[in-house]
């Protein structure tokens, strides 16, 4: 049986895939960059591009993840992808939260598109990795963070059980 064209580029298409992970299990960044630069020729999704990109670079503990991140999250944004965008910005909030670089998180979840309801669950993320670091912040941060997230629960439908489950992990932090 003959293979068409496309076969054989889909064929090399997987070959790639593993060959980027296995570079990647082998530590080599500059290689695996430049596989996934010639993946990212078949791949039509910028925001899956980047994302991978951010992913990449991740492993490699890399800082310009989420810079990567941050750009898959507003083209994700871009293309009413919510859930996708929600994902990544709970991603970055936690790369931030573990360099300890609060006012960071707060300025991107602020600055997002997103709903409400969706910054009112990252600022809470954040509030609580805040509180849980024996790190320093910036107490001024910290009570705009909790008063976003009061008001985004007050303006929601059932925001008195939303504002109990907040204030019982605040408690449980103190316990």
Known sequence: MKHTSLEKAREKSSIAWFKLAEVITRGEKERALSIYRLLMHSVPHEAVKAQLEGDILEIFSDPAALHAYN???????????????????????TLLLAQRDYLQAYALIKQSTLDTMHKAARYEQLIVGMLASDASYDMRVLEQLIDAVLKAYQSASGHNDKSSRFFSKLAALDA
């Open 71 to 93: 750009r898959a999250a507003e083209l994700y944004q871009s293309n009413n992808e919510d859930i996708q965008a929600s994902l990544l910005y709970e991603r970055i909030v």
